[in-house]
């Protein structure tokens, strides 16, 4: 058996979901830009479980299928109220709290961190919260059990508090201009040849099945495939570059990825006189390295909650807080 309470982070290629006792864990690639099957996957969920309740948070508005910000909004949240039935879904806003009619829509608009903030407020104390998924990074600090983050992605990267950087989806020519091989500097080409994925598949940092996203060339995602694309980036294929060399580049990757977070973080922790990170996300190895560089002490949320609940952190985080708030909800909902 699960909670019959459940949270759901939509996202602009992933939607995340998971229970308020952690029982109940899922992530479907769904990307909004691509005929997206958003509809009928939600559909399928609340006929599958029939949720009593249900909490959202959501980034997807900034997918570019939408004219701006408030048409993916509207979007998103028609298509949950169409699935699950307005009356059952509680949404969370960039302040960490759930939406009244007071609100403007906008709040809602990339506020899944604000949840996950929420909840690490209240279990780990004063930290920076670090969440690397599949395509960013979200660094947010919290104080006294209140994120101190700007309340848009805009602020958010203009405050290092953002990093367009993650486990699966990045493109490893955005990391480095150029890599180091036995032959030299090598320049790297700029066309989507290769991502992240591919350079943590080879690592040994994710399992092929962790390799959610689409890959760059539309192949495989076996290991071979991922250094055939990985020797793409240098404008070579696996006949002019060695296995060693590939292994070279995507620790390169690792070190550039690991010190722009680190640097980042500094930042952050400088700012707000921090010195505790708050790990959760399918890279929450990169963390614990940028926290090593950096000698901060890390909190672990796979430590804590176990490694599922760590990719679909937001989700869980949004129907913890439901679960916690449903009386007063339900209070005022009956007024």
Known sequence: MYSKIIGLDIGGANTKL???????????YLPLWKNTRLPE?????????????????????????????EQGIRFIKETVDSAFGSERVS????????????????????????????????????????????TTSDIIPIISGEHRAGLTDFDRLLRSELVYAGTLRTNLAVLLEKVKLEKGMCRTSSELFATTADAYLILGKIEEDAYTCETADGAGRSKTDAMRRIARLICADLSEVREREIY????????????????????????????????????????????????????SVSGRWGEEISKVFPAYAAARLLDAEKPLIEKNLNK
């Open 18 to 28: 998971a229970s308020s006792d952690g029982t109940l864990v899922e992530l479907h």
């Open 91 to 134: 949404y969370i806003n960039s302040q960490g709290r759930f939406q009244s009619e007071a609100n403007s829509l906008r709040e809602l608009a990339a506020a899944n961190w604000a949840a996950s903030a929420r909840l690490i407020g209240e279990e780990a104390g004063d930290c920076i919260f670090v969440d690397v998924g599949s």
């Open 248 to 299: 070279e580049i995507t620790e390169q990757v690792k070190e550039k990825q690991v010190s722009t977070l680190a640097e980042a973080i500094s930042e952050v922790a400088e700012r707000n006189g921090l010195k505790k990170i708050a790990s959760a996300g399918l890279g929450e190895f990169l963390i614990k390295e940028a926290a090593e560089k950096l000698g901060f002490e890390c909190i």
């Open 41 to 69: 996957v939600l559909k399928e969920i609340a006929q599958r479980f029939n949720p009593e309740r249900v909490a959202v948070v959501m980034t997807g508005e900034l997918a570019d299928c939408f004219e701006d910000k």
